[in-house]
């Protein structure tokens, strides 16, 4: 007899949570009470030929090289009661195959005999992920009501077509792009990957933003951002997250009231398109920024302060600045001195940069709540490592370990050899810092090991993990390190972290 704690609903959807798709199969052939439950997350996330092999096997067949294809047919709406059964427990679609086309066309053909009720009635995402699917929406949003109700919240669209395609898909594909507010009004994020860089197609974007006034959360990648799209994005009363890592180039919007719900931006550009975008941003419940900048137009202009711009500064929670140009303005950091409510901070810097280290010492002493600080790291080449091309001195070292006392994630390219160390002095209480990474800034490490871990240990005592510069080539400092780690005497340590999370 089952225990009668597996009966409870609440145990037994834990358990189907947390189990894989083996073991689900299995559950769902144990009991009545774990069949539902274990069927309803099998079947929760699925590509179409997936649910698809769920008909009679005489109506399809599958070949490695040719997929999934039906046989023969669908008549009249026989299969439909032995599809439903499953494909009403679809949350998650994606058709993302070439082949998959005609598979579509003939389900098409088929729901036009008028399906009682949604083929997917609980859809929430779907994933089209192929130019010969997505040519084929405007007949598929025709017959919506017949896959889907107003459920549909997350739309991907990913297409791989060559930027030299003619003009006429691409025309198709816009008058498609132009109907998906009309046809599925309750998306609530869109994520648009992988477009070639046609201009009808960005056009289209920008028709579509301008009704889709639920959108919460636009993700833009591998298209043309334009002037218009902004614009248009910029008018969404409940947008929320913005990330664009297509690179924006120069554009100007007009200062005035624009992105008032953002809260999570993510942009490739200049500071000149970074401060236009800023200045006509009203939001004041920034929690997330992440800014890839690019070269400006006017290298030798040192008067951009891009990040004053920011409104509600103090709000900001996260910011991540990662640089793509050798040379950008020594005032650029200036803004964090007002982003005194910074928990994390990410500043990823190149050669060529000429940060004043007073000047960062006197920002570090104006954020006191950071938690993660990482600084200095440099994109290098493949079988180089972690090198920064800017070295702190002792002021900054000393303003980290005095003034951020809630600090536990740090990443310095720590450039001092014991004898400066010795300089920094010890505040009151000791620092709260466990995870440390140590960017080099010299490929020949030649300092005293046994000292250099004494004083990591003096300043760092809560120390768990020690995250070293990594080598995909042989690391000529690897015993000096493994000398460190030993005097340590942590339980873990890393090679290469990743500086980029937030």
């Known amino acids: 007899m089952m225990d009668e704690a597996l009966v409870m609903p609440e145990i037994s959807m834990l358990i189907c949570q947390e189990s894989r798709m083996p073991t689900l199969a299995a559950l769902a052939r144990v009991s009545k009470s774990f069949s539902e439950l274990a069927l309803n997350c099998l079947y929760s996330e699925v590509h179409l030929d997936e649910i698809l092999r769920v008909l009679p096997s005489e109506l399809w067949t599958f070949e490695e090289e040719l997929g999934f294809s039906f046989v023969q047919p669908l008549v009249g709406v026989q299969w439909f009661e032995p599809l439903h059964r499953h494909s009403k427990r679809v949350h998650e679609l994606t058709v993302s195959d070439e082949w998959m086309s005609g598979v579509v066309l003939t389900i098409l053909a088929a729901a036009s005999a008028k399906l009682p ?159 236009s975008v800023m200045k006509r941003t009203t939001t004041s419940r920034f929690h997330r920024i992440f800014w890839v900048f690019t070269p400006s137009s006017d290298p030798n202009d040192d008067l951009l302060h891009p990040l004053v711009f920011i409104p509600a500064p103090a709000m900001v929670k996260k910011l991540h600045l990662r640089c ?137 005592p809560r120390l768990e993990v020690l995250d070293r510069p990594f080598y995909l080539a042989p690391d000529p400092n690897e015993e000096w390190w493994r000398k460190v780690i030993d005097l340590l005497s942590i339980s873990k340590h890393t090679t290469g972290g990743n500086s980029n999370d937030m």
């Open 117 to 275: 009720i949604p083929l997917f009635p609980a859809l929430k995402k779907l994933d089209v992920s192929n130019i010969s699917t997505l040519s084929m929406l405007t007949e598929f949003w025709s017959h919506r009501s017949l896959f889907f109700s107003q459920t549909l919240e997350h739309f991907i669209i990913t297409t791989h077509g060559p930027p030299t395609l003619p003009m006429g898909p691409f025309i198709h594909q816009s008058t498609c792009i132009h109907q998906l507010p009309q046809y599925a009004p309750n998306i609530r994020r869109l994520s648009v990957r992988g477009f070639p860089p046609a201009p009808v197609i960005g056009q289209a974007f920008a028709s579509a933003f301008r009704s889709w006034y639920v959108m919460e959360t636009v993700e833009l990648d591998s298209i043309i951002v334009t002037l218009e799209i902004m614009k248009a994005l910029s008018a969404l009363p409940n947008l929320r997250k913005l990330h664009v890592s297509s690179v924006i180039p120069l554009i100007t919007l007009e200062p005035g009231l624009g992105f008032p719900a953002l809260e999570d931006l993510y942009l490739v550009c200049p500071p000149e398109t970074f401060s």
């Open 324 to 460: 793509r140009t050798s040379a950008p303005p020594k005032s650029d950091l200036i803004g964090l001195v007002a982003m005194c409510g910074l928990t994390h901070l990410v500043i990823s810097i190149s050669s060529g940069h000429d940060y004043d280290n007073d000047d960062l010492s006197r920002i570090m002493r104006s954020l006191p709540l950071l938690r993660q600080f990482h600084f200095g790291f440099a994109n290098v080449g493949p079988f180089e490592p972690d090198i920064s091309p800017y070295k702190i001195n002792v002021t900054v070292f000393q303003s980290v370990v005095e003034h951020l006392i809630h600090l536990k994630d740090l990443a310095l390219p720590l450039d001092l050899p014991p004898l400066l160390l010795k300089e920094v002095k010890i505040p009151p209480p000791s620092s709260q810092v466990k995870v440390l990474k140590v960017v080099a800034c010299t490929k020949d490490i030649s300092w005293d090991a046994t000292a250099f871990a004494e004083y990591l240990l003096l300043f760092f």
